[in-house]
């Protein structure tokens, strides 16, 4: 999280990768095939994948802008999908004006990280940080519920 640009390049290259990697994958199914299972879509498919991996490692700089925006609209829409709820929402629930609130929060994000690339990366970077961090909590959380049902599980079974 301390270097975002870094970071979405990274997350940038590994996405080239995978999806270059996904079109030779299909590439190879559709070759190793018998002529009567081989459908043209599946072809084409592939060669465009294929394609549009090897554009994306060519041009990481376009490639990371395409994960800003594709980041920030997914923000923008689910800011306006909270915006709307709340709102319709704030006389019966107190808590519907919170939710008005943090959807308009989150379409300024949104349209701020869709124009400007450095606070794209910057959201990017803090999302995905944010989640490795919740993920970690988690697997925590479930080692030790993991553990309870193991010893209530054995102490059933001597008893």
């Known amino acids: 999280m301390n270097h975002p640009a870094e970071m979405l390049a990274g997350l940038s290259?590994?996405?080239?990768i995978l999806t270059l990697?996904?079109?030779?994958?299909?590439l190879l199914g559709y070759f190793s095939v018998s002529k009567e299972a081989r459908e043209?879509?599946?072809l084409i498919w592939s060669v465009l994948t294929s394609l549009l991996g090897i554009?994306?490692?060519?041009?990481?700089l376009a490639t990371m802008?395409?994960?800003t925006i594709v980041f920030g609209l997914w923000m923008l829409s689910t800011g306006l999908y909270l915006a709307i709820q709340g709102w319709s929402l704030r006389e019966a629930l107190r808590v519907g004006w919170v939710i008005f609130g943090l959807g308009?929060?989150?379409?300024?994000?949104?349209?701020m990280i869709v124009f400007d690339m450095g606070k794209g990366a910057i959201g990017v970077s803090v999302f995905l940080g944010l989640q490795a961090v919740l993920a970690g909590i988690g697997f925590i959380i479930l080692a030790f519920l993991k553990r309870f049902v193991v010893?209530?599980?054995s102490g059933s079974i001597r008893g």
């Open 104 to 111: 308009v929060l989150a379409v300024i994000g949104g349209v």
């Open 21 to 26: 990697a996904g079109g030779v994958v299909g």
């Open 151 to 153: 010893k209530k599980m």
């Open 55 to 60: 554009v994306m490692l060519s041009n990481l």
């Open 13 to 16: 290259f590994w996405l080239g």
């Open 40 to 42: 043209n879509q599946s």
């Open 65 to 67: 802008k395409l994960i």
